[in-house]
């Protein structure tokens, strides 16, 4: 398997679906509302430094991982 497919399937104790995976172009929006529904505290103690939101050059180096010099995996959680 290359890096960039990687991705890991786990059952949750109450039956639900949690996968982990490296993070894609194609979930800039996910990326981008997942930052706005957090606090400014939430994030910066995620990032280390005060942080309302992503810049534009933070999104597209977080989309566009190498998995050599860099990877961002992200934790999907089935809804129902």
């Known amino acids: 398997m ?3 497919e ?3 399937t786990e ?3 109450d039956g ?3 996968e982990v995976r490296g993070l894609k172009p194609e979930d800039r929006d996910g990326l981008v509302a997942a930052a706005g529904r957090s606090s400014g505290e939430t994030l910066a103690l995620r990032f280390f430094s ?3 939101g992503f810049t534009e050059k933070e999104i597209e ?3 566009n991982v190498d998995f050599v010099s860099h ?3 992200v934790a999907v959680v089935e809804q129902e």
């Open 2 to 4: 290359k890096p960039s």
């Open 6 to 8: 990687y991705r890991v």
């Open 11 to 13: 059952i949750l104790r």
């Open 16 to 18: 639900g679906r949690l």
């Open 50 to 52: 005060p942080k309302r």
């Open 61 to 63: 180096y977080y989309t």
């Open 71 to 73: 990877v961002a995996l």
